[in-house]
């Protein structure tokens, strides 16, 4: 039969080939491996066909001229890939040993345990992922089942279809570092089927410092931890228990071992774990939340690469890896989510997956979040450790902000004041003076406090948190017990309180009595931080918030070794026989068992007495009355409180004082404050400020009877 020649048609492809930047050695692996796809595989089917080629830029790739003027015929480029074909199988090629790609692979073969064979695959597929014309010609094979993949392997890198079995078998070095997959769902391409970790092929190409930056999409070294151990001093005997159990586990290799460390935003959380490490003198990695480009990697993916840093750390010894930012990872995943291809199907078994997850691992893991509201009751337990890490109590904020602003020329007293405000979270301090002394360098007038002020309170005000300063005790009346109407010895209390450490105490009594101000006078007098909570920081419209508020109040109270006041207490201690919802008497139990719980001291107030649970009473250690003001201490408050004004206590003015009744110290404090407004010019004056104290409180004249009548 004659040769037909016939023009060549250009239907797919450019006439020149791309240019590819790689080693003339690599080069010559990817052309082999090309022509054994197109000669021996039969992929030439559907390139060169009678009348014209497909992908005459891959045929001109591999050594073969085909250009427009030239004539075109089947069996002469056939005959020509067979040539070329047998020339090239007739070389013995080297790989260059000074390729960042060929360094890069022998280093993951050290790190997980590849095998020759492995290596061999390893190097293909990312190579397939570089060479334009590499990729056409596997291309040229189409869709793949398991089988084929192995037997076109097989061909390609010279191996038996049971050495390619094996580098793809659950126990390989390259399925247990999750490097190369085969997605068995259904058939498709080679260059589909056969999955690479994303980002790693272009890595892999280029020489690293730092070899781990072959997986930077995925995990990286941890930065060095900038904070010592002293700033979690309010942690420090949970921090040296977690320490030592975490060298425990890292000496014997413990499987399994998983830290969470939960608590608000900007408490030191990721830093923690950075220090907790340098003092554990281990290697600590960390699971990436962006990738090369900066953009944010999405949560499902975030939890393959933690699944992967498992697998290329698994060999190493005294290394920790810390997941930041669980929450974003959707733990109880779609089915849409890839990370759970092998229980699509199954909902059921990702709960197992996860399960597994955290009672399998080789490397100590810290997962850090936020919240834990999200994490199913299954997982949650399987956590060895939970540390709550919330915002420092006040002493050690005090101290981390002067430590923040201590190159500003910011005053003791501002920092003590600024630490007054529960809400100042180290990263908001960290961040406030940063920006106030950026302010200042660019030359803003204002003072630094006032700068500071500023920028702290826009941030909490983003946050719905009020800026608050400790009060000024400039023009403050100093607590005296001969102020207060009490019905034992105030003093004896404090002794008692100062000699055991802890108690549980009831205030009742009229509003402005001074009952929280005894309690605050108490921590005052025993050096402890006063910790003053009202119903409304812990009422929640939501199942179980209160409660949960309720035990985080007392809990925080008790780490930050402060007398805990709650005002208002009878919203919780109210008779469960009254109760309308379900909620209040859970509420009311929740109390009654914190109370009961609590190792320090609290002060619970009220107004409301007689609403209280009679069980409630029980868990009380005292119930001490504060009543209205007796006549003789009304007369040296009024003292007092001209003189702090400057004005002069005239006999009038203290004998129109007796006719007042039900006054408290509350009532002095209020007149007090109004001066800022409305000067009091004269002690009479005074005396009707304080009259209209009391006709706002609604209450009849009359004095009351007993131990609290006037003297």
């Known amino acids: 039969m004659s040769r037909r020649r016939i023009p060549v048609s250009f239907a797919n492809s450019q006439t020149q080939p791309v240019c590819e930047v790689l080693e003339s050695d690599l080069v010559l692996h990817c052309q082999k491996w090309a022509l054994r796809a197109l000669v021996d595989l039969g992929g030439y089917q559907s390139v060169v066909m009678d009348g014209h080629c497909s992908e005459p830029g891959l045929i001109t790739y591999l050594g073969v001229s085909i250009n427009a003027e030239d004539e075109y015929c089947q069996n002469d480029v056939l005959a ?11 070389q013995e090629l080297a790989l260059p040993h000074d390729s960042p790609l060929i360094a890069n692979v022998h280093w993951l073969a050290e ?66 570092a999750g490097l190369v997959r085969i997605d068995g769902s259904q058939n498709y391409p080679f260059s589909n ?16 410092e730092n070899q781990f930056d072959l997986f930077a999409d995925n995990f990286i070294v941890a930065p060095q931890a900038s904070l010592g151990a002293e700033r979690f001093d309010h942690i420090k005997l949970k921090m040296h228990h977690l320490q030592m159990y975490l060298r425990h586990a890292l000496e014997y290799g413990k499987k399994g071992v998983n830290v969470l460390v939960y608590g608000p935003p900007g408490t030191g959380k990721t830093e923690f774990t950075r220090t907790l490490s340098r003092a554990l003198g281990a290697e600590l990695f960390q699971v990436a939340v962006e990738d090369a480009d900066g953009d944010r990697i ?43 291809h092998s229980c699509r199907g199954n909902p059921s078994g990702k709960k197992g997956w996860i399960n597994q997850l955290l009672e399998q691992n080789q490397v100590p893991a810290i997962w850090i979040s936020n919240n834990i509201h999200f994490l199913d009751p299954a997982h949650l337990r399987r956590f060895d450790y939970h540390l709550h890490l919330d915002i420092p109590p006040a002493r050690i ?53 006032g700068l500071l002020d500023e920028v702290i309170e826009s941030a909490m005000t983003a946050q719905s948190c009020t800026l608050r300063h400790k009060p000024s005790l400039a023009g403050r009346m100093a607590y005296q017990f001969n102020f207060a109407n009490a019905d034992c010895d105030l003093a004896q209390v404090v002794e008692g309180l100062r000699s055991g450490g802890e108690g549980r105490l009831c205030l009742y009594g009229p509003s402005g009595t001074g009952k929280s101000a005894f309690a605050v006078h108490v921590a005052e007098q025993l050096g402890l931080p006063p910790m003053l909570q009202r119903a409304s920081d812990i009422l929640s419209p939501y199942r179980g918030e209160t409660e949960a508020r309720m035990a985080e109040m007392f809990r925080r109270a008790q780490d930050d070794k402060a007398v805990l006041i709650l005002d208002e207490a009878d919203s919780f201690l109210r008779s469960r026989e009254q109760a309308r919802q379900s909620w209040e008497i859970t509420a009311v139990n929740e109390m009654l068992t914190q109370i009961e719980a609590f190792q320090g001291i609290f002060f619970a107030t009220t107004n409301l007495m007689n609403q209280i649970d009679a069980a409630s009473m029980r868990r009380f250690d005292a119930k001490i009355c504060f009543g209205y003001l007796k006549a003789k201490q009304c007369t040296p408050l009024l003292t007092d409180a001209c003189q702090v004004l400057g004005i002069e206590c005239d006999e009038l003015a203290k004998q129109a004082l007796l ?47 007993g131990f609290l009548a006037a003297a």
């Open 80 to 90: 020509a890939l067979r040539a070329k074909h047998r020339a090239i199988l007739g």
């Open 111 to 176: 790190q997980v345990g590849l095998t020759t064979n492995e290596q061999n695959v390893l190097l293909f597929c990312v190579l397939l992922r570089q060479s334009v014309y590499l990729h056409q010609a596997m291309d040229t094979l189409g869709e793949l089942n398991n089988t084929r993949v192995y037997s076109v392997l097989s061909v390609l890198l010279e191996l038996s279809v049971d050495e390619v079995s094996k580098a793809f078998a659950t126990n390989s070095g390259l399925s247990r």
């Open 659 to 705: 006719s007042l009744d039900k006054l408290t110290p509350g009532d002095f404090a209020n007149v007090l404050r109004q001066t800022q407004l409305l000067p009091v010019r004269s002690a009479q004056d005074f005396i009707d400020r304080l009259t209209q104290e009391i006709k706002h409180k609604h209450l009849a004249t009359s004095r009351p009877i």
């Open 397 to 449: 904020r005090a101290t981390m902000l002067a430590d923040h602003v201590a190159v500003l020329g910011v005053s003791n007293s501002w920092c003590e004041s600024m630490a007054a405000n529960e809400s100042l979270a180290p990263a908001m301090m960290a961040r406030a003076a940063k920006v106030a002394g950026d302010m200042q360098t660019a030359g803003v007038a204002t003072p630094i406090e």
């Open 298 to 340: 999405a949560g499902p993916r975030r939890l393959g690469s933690y699944c992967l840093s498992q697998k290329i750390l698994a060999v190493r010894k005294n290394t920790l890896i810390v997941f930041d930012e669980i929450e974003d990872i959707n733990l109880n995943g779609s089915d849409d989510d890839d990370i759970f």
């Open 193 to 208: 089927k056969v999955e690479l970790i994303q980002g790693l092929s272009d890595r892999m190409m280029v020489a690293h």
